[in-house]
């Protein structure tokens, strides 16, 4: 029921039934009560190779042959050059932590993980990174702190990630 606006909430419990009115037409609307979990997929065959790396303990970025733009994580086509190919740039894995924050109310998806801290940090190719930030105690956190990003297996699903450590 979260994502449902205060005046569908407000005209269901009017009509007493989960039935709005569509806005253009008028016509009769169902509006279910519960959320469905989605689960997306989408074709890799363009960044396959950042899923390669990720085997192999590398983490890839792209960038761009024309403007040097880099990107990640990687994307397949400039969206300012569209007549230009991509490269494939390794990360060396050293960055400076950005902002960190731990999630203790997870999502539904995410319910299942303990506590666990997201951090971006600025890579030293130029590139600001949002990852997981792995650290046995979050109260030896600093500003500025320096992270490595590595290769990391997420389990209980057992697939390989990235994920920042401390240096
Ligand atoms: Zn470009």
């Known amino acids: 029921m979260s994502d449902l606006g205060e005046m569908t909430k407000k005209r269901i419990r009017e009509n007493g039934l989960p039935i709005i009115d569509e806005a253009r037409t008028k016509a009769p609307l169902y509006v279910s009560m519960r959320e469905l979990p989605l689960r997306f997929q989408f074709g890799t065959t363009k960044i396959q190779k950042f899923f390669d790396g990720l085997k192999e303990g590398k983490i890839y970025m792209t960038q761009c042959e024309k403007c040097t733009q880099k ?58 990174v949002l990852a997981w930030l792995r650290i046995d105690d979050p109260r030896k956190i600093t500003p500025k702190m320096k992270v490595r990003l590595t290769t990391a297996k997420r389990e209980p699903e057992g697939f390989i990630t990235y994920e920042f450590v401390p240096e």
């Open 71 to 128: 990107y990640f994580p990687p994307q397949a086509d400039c969206p300012n050059c569209p007549d230009s190919s991509m490269n494939w740039v390794p990360l060396d894995g050293q960055g400076e932590l950005l902002t960190c924050t731990m999630i203790v109310v997870k999502p539904s998806t995410f319910a299942h993980y303990d506590n666990y801290i997201i951090g971006v940090a600025q890579m030293k190719e130029g590139v600001r």
